[in-house]
């Protein structure tokens, strides 16, 4: 009896409709989830927001080297370089990145650039939250971008600590 | 020589012989790396690089030392070849610093490139790298020791090619180092060849340094604005807030006239561009102060009062003074605007050499005229007067070469014991200011000699004799010699089978300026005002009487007969010594990026981009045409080329009889309603198609202009295609016009040396900086060894 047939079919597809109706949502609680987060939970290999590290003296990672920038496929990263002086240290090598500008709107989040990054500068770190109602401000500035000064390094945090004891001038960490 | 047949790899080569064994190879499409050998250049055999296997011989052999010869076998790509090369890059990196990211070479670097070639992955060296820090050795020569290969091709490039011999090497073997001549700092021609050259990130340059990296900027070839050689300079530029900024001046491209070679101002002297004191906005004078106005304002101000005054007073009342340094469609343009539009013949130039007298001795003589490249390849050179290697340091870059690997004879007859002498087969000083009467002497007015000082009679005829020995000698002079000196060499030049000649002038465009007709009495190619013939039938009615010159446009002024003055990217005032005061009652326009001594007295200034920020073509000293394109870019500038189209425009004057814009199709009476040989724009049309060429649409087009320059300017009618593909042209002097004769007191020759370039040197940070540093003293020269 075919009449039948498409009964049993339609109970058994709401079956699992009534079942789901029931159990436990798996659907992240976002935004109105608990935490800073409001809810989100972020796998750790997760690529968002990229962060510009530093190195354990407090110093910027980035060299200015433009290997991101020239990996990049959508061409999103501007750098303007400069180089370091004793009065303004800013990396741990010759120069650094006076200028360093992502640009969101056409930032695909593909990770190219932290794969080419020879000193592990850039990584991805997990902001998402970066929808805007105006898109210049998606182009983020190496303020946004860079990542905090150590803790332990703490405020007016120095570079050449050894240096000073012999009477040397400080060089503060740029940011500290 | 006769010819030796090789095989390489199995392929068949034939050579002629004394071909070394890597440029054969090179010629037939085999690479054999290399890092010490170069071109043109000593052989060196230090790098070991090039190491191939030459069959009958026991060990592997250097191919950039292994001359050719019948029947040889050789094998670049074996397995012993291969591993000889990886210990070899291996060997070099031993104690290379890690420094790629931040290597100003990076991404250009020929141990990069090599190591990715033929090297190995890893290393078996453990030890810690011996670091050295940066030094400094003068304000844009920078050294990194740690990443030096000791290929020496910078201390050869500077002594064998400058013949500067600054830099050295310190100790031997593996402590070698390369040292510069002061201890620990350069006093030298600060010409950057070394950095150039430099396979590695060892030197680099004062201006570039740290700034960006290869990949990131555009590379566009196009012609040093500074002295009147024309070398094909390579500028990287990058967007900045206002534009494009120029950021590196180098000759990557090496198919110029110049070759290997930039000086300094080539290289460096870029930075002009972007001086805060740059003029960005037009000035209009308001209550005796120059103030910010628009460009609106600014032309339909200028147009009223140019119309005005040449409707009230005649085109007479209006001077007009062009630049050396704006292109020849600017050139040519400023001379059809101000005898079509202004209705004036007054219109000039500062001359830095007397290009009439040329010129009128060179008619009839068509093929006379040297190019920069024959002076590269002539057997014999004479150079009366002048100091080419301050003054011309391209043109004295190809004697000393030319001396050098072709043994040509080069004759010097100057006052001064200039640095040349060291590459002449003959030398002779005479009195300052008496160039003049060598020309004459050797132009067969014996009691010339007289005049001539030390060398008795005897000497002057014989070197007279020996030079009229001499084939295919050419023949070099500067502004010393003017007027009937002049024709009095080309005299003398003509005696000498295959003779060519070289006039010397000291800015960039200084020949072109010449050739566009910047001159009261001369029409673009030297044809005299009452020759007007060709030009008054294509550009219409214009004043027949010749105009005033500079100093008479002064004298007019004060005199309150000069009612109007219009300066285009010169500066009478500060050059020429104009009275300022003499201009307080006259209109006084002035085009310029700098408030130079003219333009602080004008009454509008126009700001205006330079040589580097827009496109047309220049004129070097030698007649070479050269394409200029645009590489750097700052907002509000416009380009001279544009102001004087507009200029015409407020003036009412019609833009398309000024310039031939536009084509068939793009209006609706070009030709269909008149017959097709009536107007301007037919006959550009015309042309353009039966030369296989679009229609130029823009009136700001200068390729429009220059379609009428190749038409009406004689000598001019090179071929375009090579021209834009960016080859150097010669222009000749087929069909120029009589020249003539003019006063030589009108000449003001720049006097200009290897770190000054006019007004332009003036706001470079990169010259200032090495005259500062420079030792009150002039470098002593040092013996060649
Ligand atoms: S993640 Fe990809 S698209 Fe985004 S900046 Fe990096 S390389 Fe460019
Ligand atoms: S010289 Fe070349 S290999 Fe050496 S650090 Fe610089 S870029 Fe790298
Ligand atoms: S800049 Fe020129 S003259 Fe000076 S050291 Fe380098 S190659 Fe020699
Ligand atoms: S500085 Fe450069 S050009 Fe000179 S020897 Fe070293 S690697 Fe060669
Ligand atoms: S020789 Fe003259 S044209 Fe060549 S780079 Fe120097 S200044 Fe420029
Ligand atoms: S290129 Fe032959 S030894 Fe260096």
Redesign the pocket.
Known sequence: MPILKDIAAIAKGMSITFREMFAPTVVENYPDGPGPLKGAKVEPRYRGVHVLQRDENGLEKCVACFLCAAACPSNCIFIEAAENTNELRVSGAERYAKVYNIDYNRCIFCGYCVEACPTDAITHGHGFQNASFNASNLIYRKEQLLAAVPAHLGANAIFNRADVEGGAAAVPVPGS | MADVNITVDGKKVTAPAGTLLIEACKSVGIEVPSFCYYPNLSLQGACRMCLVKVEKMPKLQTACTTVISEGMIAITNNDEVRQARKSMVELLLGNHPLDCPVCDAGGECELQDMTFSYGAAESKFMEAKNHKDEQQWSPVVYFDRPRCILCYRCVRVCGEAMDVWALGVQNRGVVSVIAPNKEDHLECEECGMCIDICPVGALTSGAYRYKTRPWEMNHVGTI?T??G???K?TLGVRRSDSGMQIVRGDNRDKSGI?GDF??I???YAFDFADDPQRVTTPLIRRDGQLAPSTWEEAFELIGKRFAEIRDKEGGRAIGVVGSNRTTNEENYLLSKFARVVLKTNSIDHRRTADFPAFAAAMVGKPHAAATMRDVFNAPAILVIGNNPTEQ???LAWQIRNNVRLHRARLYVINSRPIKLRRQATSFTEIPQGTEGQAAAFLGGDDSAAEALGSGSREMWVGLRDKLRGEGKLIIIFDSAIRGKDISALVKFGSAVSGAKFVCLGDY?NSRGAADMGLYPDFLPGYRPIADASTFKDEWGDMPTAPGLNVSQMAEAAAAGTLKGFYVVGSNPVGGLGLDPFAFSNTFVVVQDMFLTETAQMADVVLPSANAYEKAGTFTNTCGDIQLVKKAGEVSDVKSDFEMIVRIADATGFEVRKLVPFGGRGTSADMGQSRGAQSGEADRHVVWLEAHGLEPKMSPFDPMAILDEIQRLVPGYDVSRMNLLAGNDQHTTTVGTGQGGVQDAKLIAPANDNLFTSGTLGRYSRALNSVIENRNPEPAEEVAAD
């Open positions: 040093c500074h002295c050689d024309g070398c300079t110049n930039l000086c101002k080539g290289r011309h340091p391209l960039s």
